[in-house]
C-alpha cells in the first residue's frame, strides 16, 4: 500500500538552529499537509499545499516555518531559528484529488531542540 | 478553541465487549468527520469517516455515528480485539470548498483493550 515518507524520524537540534523536514509523498497525490503534535497534546494544523503554494496555514505557521517542494517529490518544512516550544512530532500527510479516505500520515519526524 | 473535544482520555474494555468512543464538536460548518487510530511512534492511520450527510458509516467492526442536532459523533467497535489498543483521535474538516480541507483534532482518547 502506498505510503508517505517523512526522513529523519527524529531530529535533534541546538535552539536557534535551522531544521528541515522532508517528506516523500504519495506519487498521485495533490494536497499535502504539516500537522505536529506537542507531547501530551493534540495533533495540530501548519500548513496545506497545492499547486505549489500554499492553500491555507495557521497562526502557528510565523515566518519562521516555509514549505516547499524543491524537485516535484519531496515536500520539505523548514524551521529557519528553532525554539524550545517547537519540540513536537511533525507529521506529513497528503489526499488524491476527491479523496474520500481522509489523509494518509507519515510516521513522524521528532524533532527535540535543546 | 477547542472546536472538536474528546473528553474521555483513556477508555477500557474486555476483549470481545464493545468500545464507544465519544467526540463533540462546536463549529456548525463542519461536514466531514473521521476517525484516526495512532500506535506509539507512527503517524495518525484513517479508520472510518462519515459526511454530515449521513448518521451512520460501517466498515466491518468500525461504525461511526453522527447526531448533527446535538453535534456529536462515536465510533463503535465491536468486538473489541486487544489489537485495537491505541489512542484514537476524532477530526472534524470542512469539505464543501473542495478536496483541500483542513482537519481540526480532538485530543484523542487511549483504548485499552484487555484479553
Not at chain 1, 500548513?47 to 495557521?58: C, G, M, P
Not at chain 2, 482520555?9 to 468512543?21: C, F, H, W, Y
Not at chain 2, 473489541?80 to 484523542?108: E, H, M, W
Amino acid at each position: 500500500e502506498p505510503e508517505v515518507t517523512q526522513t529523519p524520524s527524529h531530529q535533534v537540534t541546538q535552539m536557534g538552529q535551522e531544521v528541515i523536514l522532508r517528506c516523500v509523498p504519495i506519487s498521485n497525490h495533490l494536497y499535502f499537509y504539516w500537522y505536529r503534535q506537542i507531547l501530551g497534546q493534540k495533533v495540530e494544523f501548519l500548513v496545506s499545499f497545492y499547486n505549489n503554494e500554499i492553500s491555507e496555514k495557521s497562526e502557528i505557521f510565523d515566518d519562521q516555518f516555509s514549505v516547499e517542494r524543491p524537485d516535484g517529490s519531496n515536500f520539505t518544512l523548514k524551521i529557519r531559528s528553532t525554539k524550545l516550544e517547537d519540540s513536537a512530532m511533525y507529521f506529513c500527510a497528503d489526499t488524491p484529488l476527491g479523496g474520500s479516505h481522509g489523509y494518509t500520515f507519515g510516521s513522524g519526524t521528532r524533532l527535540t531542540v535543546v | 478553541d477547542q472546536q472538536v473535544k474528546q473528553n474521555s482520555p483513556s477508555l477500557s474494555v474486555q476483549e470481545g465487549r464493545i468500545s464507544i468512543l465519544n467526540c463533540d464538536y462546536t463549529n456548525s460548518m463542519f461536514d466531514y468527520f473521521l476517525w484516526y487510530k495512532k500506535y506509539p511512534a507512527e503517524g495518525p492511520t484513517f479508520l472510518i469517516s462519515i459526511s454530515s450527510i449521513k448518521d451512520k458509516n460501517e466498515d466491518g467492526r468500525f461504525t461511526v455515528f453522527l447526531n448533527k442536532s446535538a453535534k456529536h459523533l462515536s465510533l463503535h467497535i465491536v468486538p473489541s480485539q486487544p489489537g485495537d489498543s491505541a489512542v484514537y483521535f476524532c477530526a472534524a474538516g470542512i469539505r464543501s470548498g473542495g478536496s483541500n480541507y483542513k482537519l481540526t483534532f480532538g485530543k484523542g482518547t487511549l483504548l485499552t483493550v484487555n484479553p
